[in-house]
């Protein structure tokens, strides 16, 4: 099926596991009852007070929660507008995946699993899987490519250090596709006792809803703090990869979407690595230059040839260069609620150095595109007030933004570098 064959313009779900002709579960047989297990006990958690107390009492006293929403007036002056950066990057662990993992883990307390598998590209997904299953008691592996190990050096010592075995993946690309093939692996063999914390809104059913659901606390903070400060936005921004963080900032803004006159809704813009340009065919642009096809479960917009197979993705962000994307984007693309837009590694590097030299804030690469897909369209908005999700900090790339830059300011030397 063609993306011009597909007839989901409905805006909403006609059945579970599904946005409109996005999702499914496309997996062995094996991993059925683990799937129906898993939408079982999130349905009887998320009624169970005791389950979400719980989970609010770690968001709180663990990570950190509420972030702060920040109003960032040297770089909003630069660009003519009122910036907002929801602060992600002060959670526990750098980033938003934080919040996913503790949800899942202590789904998985519930599921009475023994040991917890992960797969990472960038490190944080990993990092903050290790960290929650230190703080649970869980036997904990995570698989990452040989090529992101060698970006993301500080990430794997961060993990060894919190316990976890981190398992080299030498096939293919040696990033992050191929350590979710071998994490789909380890699963299917070891099923019964394995829970898989897969880190963004990808996979099969219930993972891109279960994920969203955990990570709309970012969007429900943001809406509370908005009102406390009795202002609007005018427009939301986030990065998109796999696409969590996004879903989890956009999830409350498109339900007041829905309810209202259309020049009353917020703009909701995602922001993918266009690399060195999508025309180039280096990049990691899923939603813009893509084709719906199946990966790692699920049917959703995806980088492929004419016959069908992945092509390999690129971006100077590891935790962007994923050759897919969440199916529920997907829909949201092709129903128009949301909009998608690409940068170059370039115009992310950029936004990188102004943040950090406007706001004293080292951003996570990944939110840099974000920023850079507002700077790109400043004039648009000029005047108008802006929420951007600063998804993680910038720790984790110092050392990859200053090779680059003795390189020369040459992003991407190498073809395929991560994810999650």
């Known amino acids: ?79 003519g507008l009122d910036l907002w950066l929801k602060r992600e990057d002060l959670n526990h662990t750098g980033a938003h995946k934080i919040n996913n993992t503790l949800g899942q883990s202590l789904l998985a307390k519930r599921m009475n699993k023994a040991r917890i598998i992960a797969e990472t590209g960038a490190g944080q997904h990993g990092v903050a899987t290790a960290t929650a299953c230190a703080a649970l008691d869980f036997e904990c592996a995570v698989y990452m490519g040989e090529e992101d190990m060698r970006r993301q050096a500080l990430n794997v010592e961060r993990m060894e250090m919190l316990a976890a075995e981190v398992i080299p993946v030498s096939s293919g690309s040696r990033t992050l596709k191929d350590a979710t093939n071998e994490a789909i ?29 955990f990570q709309r606390v970012i969007g429900d903070e943001t809406v509370r703090q908005l009102a406390d400060h009795a202002v609007e936005p005018d427009a939301v921004f986030a990065c998109v990869g796999g696409g969590s963080n996004a879903i989890g900032i956009f999830a409350p803004f498109i339900e007041r979407n829905r309810e209202v006159a259309a020049e009353a809704r917020v703009a909701l813009v995602g922001v993918e690595a266009a690399g060195h340009g999508v025309e180039t065919g280096r990049h990691s642009a899923s939603l813009t230059a893509g084709e719906p096809g199946v990966l790692h479960g699920n049917y959703s917009y995806l980088l492929q040839d004419e016959d069908g197979q992945v092509i390999p993705a690129h971006s100077v962000s590891a935790g962007l260069d994923y050759p897919g994307v969440g199916p529920e984007h997907s829909w949201l693309k092709e129903t128009g609620q949301v909009r998608y837009e690409s940068v170059t590694d370039e115009e992310a590097l950029a936004a990188f150095a102004d943040l950090c030299r406007l706001e004293g804030l080292i951003p996570a690469l990944e939110s840099a595109h974000a920023l850079a897909g507002l700077r790109r369209e400043a004039a648009r908005w000029a005047g108008s007030r802006v929420v951007i999700c600063l998804s993680g900090r910038g720790d984790k790339d110092v050392e990859e933004v200053a090779r680059i830059l003795a390189a020369g300011g040459e992003p991407g030397l190498e073809p395929g570098a991560g994810g999650r």
Do not use: C, K
């Open 185 to 213: 692996r380890d699963w299917v063999t070891n099923v019964d006792t394995t829970h898989y914390i897969i880190g963004s809104v990808v996979g099969p059913a219930p993972y891109p809803e279960l994920v969203r659901d």
């Open 1 to 79: 099926m063609s993306s011009r064959e597909m007839s989901g313009r409905q805006l909403s779900s006609p059945a579970p596991g599904w946005f409109g002709d996005f999702g499914g579960q496309f997996v062995p047989e094996t991993l059925i009852p683990a799937l129906d297990e898993l939408t079982a006990a999130w349905a009887e958690a998320r009624d169970d007070p005791s389950f979400l107390e719980a989970l609010e009492a770690s968001l709180a006293h663990y990570v950190g929660r509420p972030t702060p929403l920040y109003r960032a007036p040297r770089l909003g002056a630069d660009l």
